[in-house]
């Protein structure tokens, strides 16, 4: 099992900036992805940034030279560094880990744009 636990959410004004931060722990060996999905109301679950555990990055179109994502094997956690944040950002953050191709999730942690 893995155990993911965000932080790092909040309301920010259009243009401003937050950092989410998400540590996980219990069975980390195996684990080889990483990242952030995030859902707004009414919308299904999508992808935002994920990391392997080599450093490969990839990230959803809309938040292409926004947002970069960052890892830390040796404290088992990865970041969100968001930039530039819109209304359109505004949704539930949730940290991801794939671990020997099981999916686990965080509960999650809102952001909300103001504009």
């Known amino acids: 099992q893995v155990q993911l636990v965000e932080s790092g959410g909040g309301l920010v004004q259009a243009g401003g900036s937050l950092r989410l931060s998400c540590a996980a722990s219990g069975s980390m060996f195996g684990i080889r992805v990483m990242g952030w999905y995030r859902q707004a109301p009414g919308d299904p679950r999508e992808l935002v940034a994920t990391?392997?555990?080599?450093?490969?990055?990839n990230y959803a179109n809309s938040v292409k030279g926004r947002f970069t994502i960052s890892t830390d094997n040796a404290r088992n956690t990865v970041s969100l560094y968001m930039n530039s944040l819109k209304p359109d950002d505004t949704a539930v953050y949730y940290c991801y880990a794939n671990r020997y191709g099981t999916p686990y999730w965080g509960k999650g942690t809102l952001v909300t744009v103001a504009p």
């Open positions: 990391i392997t555990r080599g450093g490969t990055t």
